[in-house]
């Protein structure tokens, strides 16, 4: 039974995580969870998520509370409280092209050593990393992500861990499902094994580890 109270599953989360979570400008985040987290008062994080949300929604309300001792993120522009800890140097800021963070974390998810992106090749970006010349063209390698923990929202799981998502709220939830040593889904329903057609399984219960059942209606 993957199906766990809330208190337990805050519980997994630890001082000094890596800890990855879904959504995009908050859009796919798993509140319910990220509430218990501020409340719980961990620290000492490293956040890999696509933004920073805002300071009242999402992981922005963890920035608030300066549970993160580094983030890594496409961009923090929403978040204007990220902004001041970056510049303040209060919290480490590792500023990542989008499309590169994706992979990262794919290649983390599944097993590779790494990818080779264009992305970045004469900029800041390539700063101490490895350049390599493929049919006379520079590409950066970049290096996977790994977590800890991935929180995840989903819109409906059944009971042994498979997911289905609502539209763009699919984002970054799934590859980072697939990505961690544990994988707590946020549902807003959970309904029997068997309930979801296999055809609309968007994330397989392989990559699951808990469910948490709650969450506002979409």
């Not at 949300?53 to 922005?60: A, L, P, Y």
């Not at 204007?80 to 963070?101: C, F, K, S, W, Y």
């Not at 984002?171 to 040593?181: I, P, V």
């Amino acid at each position: 039974m993957k199906r766990i109270e809330l208190t337990k599953a805050v519980e997994m989360v630890h001082d000094g995580d890596v800890v990855m979570v879904g959504g995009f400008m908050a859009n796919g985040t798993p509140e319910v969870l990220i509430d218990a987290l501020v409340e719980k008062g961990v620290k000492n994080l490293t956040l890999i998520c696509n933004d920073a949300g805002f300071v009242d929604k999402g992981v922005g309300k963890m920035v608030v509370k300066k549970q993160f001792d580094k983030i890594i993120a496409s961009h923090i522009g929403l978040n204007r409280e990220a902004g001041r800890q970056m510049n303040e140097g209060e919290t480490i800021i590792d500023l990542v092209p989008q499309g590169t963070l994706i992979e990262q974390i794919r290649s983390g998810a599944y097993g590779l050593g790494g990818f080779l992106t264009p992305t970045g090749v004469g900029t800041l970006v390539a700063e101490g990393k490895t350049v390599l010349t493929v049919d006379d063209r520079e590409f950066l390698l970049e290096k996977p992500l790994k977590a800890d923990v991935a929180l995840i929202l989903a819109n409906v799981a059944d009971e042994s861990g498979n997911l289905q998502y609502t539209g763009s709220e699919n984002n970054f939830n799934h590859l980072m499902a697939a990505n961690a040593k544990t994988t707590i889904v946020e549902a807003r329903k959970v309904v029997p094994t068997g309930t979801i057609d296999p055809i609309f399984v968007h994330t397989p219960n392989i990559f699951v580890d808990y469910i948490v059942e709650g969450g506002p209606t979409c």
